[in-house]
Nanobody, 115 residues
Framework: QVQLVESGGGLVQPGGSLRLSCAAS????????MSWYRQAPGKEREYVAA????????TYADSVKGRFTISRDNAKKSVYLQMNSLKPDDTAVYYC????????WGQGTQVTVSS
């Protein structure tokens, strides 16, 4: 059974940091490109960052470039999103996605940036 489980979300003040994790199971993780998306209230889900496999090249949305870093650990079947210099506009539910022959999505983790 395929599972993607996000964790690490929470409430943080503007300027703070969070590290999201996404643990995968039920598929050959190393073959899949992994990405993070987010969805703010009343808005469409939007792309945040992606990391390939096996080359592990990375790409980022302009809105997070220089602040967020995506990484993966194939041995742990996990992908991470380090988020620094957080802004209120980063408030959203964050989802991880696995892409190869098809897409798999996690259930999401809430990130709230507020003072």
């Amino acid at each position: 059974q395929v599972q993607l489980v996000e964790s690490g979300g929470g409430l943080v003040q503007p300027g703070g940091s969070l590290r999201l994790s996404c643990a995968a199971s039920g598929f050959t993780f190393s073959r899949y490109a992994m990405s993070w998306y987010r969805q703010a209230p009343g808005k469409e889900r939007e792309y945040v960052a992606a990391i390939g496999s096996p080359g592990a090249s990375t790409t980022y949305a302009d809105s997070v470039k220089g602040r967020f870093t995506i990484s993966r650990d194939n041995a742990k079947k996990s992908v991470y999103l380090q988020m620094n210099s957080l802004k209120p506009d980063d408030t959203a539910v964050y989802y991880c996605k696995a892409t190869y022959a098809r897409d798999y999505w996690g259930q999401g983790t809430q990130v709230t940036v507020s003072s």
